[in-house]
């Protein structure tokens, strides 16, 4: 009787996962709709460099370091152009398309969508000093416990410039673009490589399919390492499977996705590599407490504390304003508490994947999903085993391309 009572759930289950030819083919469409749009929100509502960290630092070491006045640093960036685009509006009606479209993964884009239009409404009220930015949701994402550890590994494992670690960074730009070049073509991947000299990091992946590295950057045989590891196999490999699956959704993953895919590319550093980068947990330790402090204190008050929870390093003032500036940059208002999420992921998600499976890491690499969404992945594995998706053809990239070139 039970079996036959499974038998009955599992085929209904199956019979409300499968879609039609029609609904396909409106699946396809609204996802290459969705995908154009996402790929609009990841450059144009996020600031993705700031112009005048080093300018900014001078003046707040002048007015607050040493003469203790309140100074909040201005955040530089380049026009954000979501307007242009008419973001808003055209969000506001896939989310509607999507509303009325009896698919399972319908929820996942209208959370993804709706996570973009309140992006869009905080930009829309940065200069209204009445408008709420939501502090207390911000800090219900930080665990006690993991705080407690983080503060463990900032007292234990304190900073030190490691003289060998930074000058042996002889390998130019050019050199690890062929290196990653050549990596990447083994792997599979077809991935452009990009110079920007205008990136905050030195290197960066992004969903349609370019390697971007900043032409000025020095790399040391370790660095190169530690890149291969944490940004081809991991955040490349996240990409091209979403790709391979068929949908812009999962190329650009769930909500929270950042958690598991950070926290996985961490966990491949500490774990695929034969020597580790000096301060590597001390560096996500940082900036997990860094964004705590963010959050709870003002700009000024939260660098006292980051100062005091590291006086015993060689962790820079510098260094403390520009992990700050980092954590407000998609904030960007500095005299508003609040931080951006993205930075407490590389933490929170290694502890996370570091306590996984090797199946689990295996699947959350396969389906780039965030931990709301990780225990619906057998029915999201069931989705695709049902419906048999084609992989994303290049012309579905360059038609989105076409509309949106990334700047």
Not at 375 to 404: A, M, V
């Amino acid at each position: 009787m039970k079996q036959l009572i499974h038998y009955i759930q599992e085929s209904y289950e199956n019979e409300m996962l499968k879609l039609s030819g029609e609904d396909k083919e409106t699946l396809i469409k609204l996802d290459d709709e969705y995908g154009e749009l996402m790929l609009i929100a990841r450059y144009e509502t996020v600031v993705r460099e700031i112009s005048n960290k080093e300018e900014e630092f001078e003046k707040f070491k002048k007015s607050y370091i040493e003469n203790h006045e309140i100074y909040y640093p201005v955040i530089k960036y380049r026009e954000l152009q979501y307007e242009k685009y008419d973001l808003k509006n055209r969000a506001e009606k896939l989310v509607h398309k999507f509303s009325n479209f009896n698919c399972f993964l319908s929820k996942y884009y209208i959370e993804n969508l709706n996570g973009v239009l309140s992006k869009i409404t905080y930009l829309e009220n940065l200069d209204n000093d009445d408008y709420v930015y939501d502090v207390a949701e911000k800090l219900n994402n930080f665990d006690e416990a993991l705080l407690d550890k983080a503060k463990k590994i900032i007292h234990d494992e304190p900073f030190h410039f490691k003289h060998g670690y930074m000058y042996d960074r002889t390998i130019t730009a050019d050199e690890a673009a062929d290196t990653i070049r050549e990596k990447l073509k083994q792997l599979g991947y077809d991935w452009r490589i990009i110079m920007r000299e205008d990136m905050l990091p030195r290197m960066g992946v992004n969903p349609e399919k370019t390697f971007r590295i900043k032409p000025s950057a020095k790399f040391s045989k370790i660095d190169i390492e530690s890149l291969i590891v944490h940004e081809i196999k991991a955040h490349v490999a996240k990409r091209y499977n979403g790709y391979q699956l068929g949908l812009f959704l999962f190329v650009f993953g769930l909500t929270g996705k950042n958690m598991f895919d950070e926290g996985l590319a961490i966990w491949n550093t500490f774990n695929m590599l034969d020597t580790q980068k000096p301060n590597a947990m001390f560096n996500i330790a940082i900036s997990y407490l860094v964004c705590y402090y963010c959050c709870k204190y003002d700009f000024c008050d939260a660098f006292d504390k980051i100062k005091e929870l590291v006086k015993n390093s060689d962790y820079s003032d510098f260094a403390i304003f520009s992990q700050m500036m980092r954590s407000k940059r998609s904030t960007i208002r500095t005299d508003r508490r609040g931080y951006w999420s993205g930075d407490i992921d590389y933490f929170r998600g290694y502890m996370a994947v570091n306590e996984m499976t090797t199946e689990e890491r295996e699947k959350i690499l396969k389906y780039n999903v965030g931990k709301m969404q990780f225990f619906e992945l057998p029915t999201i594995e069931k989705f695709f085993d049902i419906n048999k998706l084609e992989p994303i053809s290049s012309t579905r990239l360059n038609k989105i391309l076409k509309k949106y070139t990334p700047k």
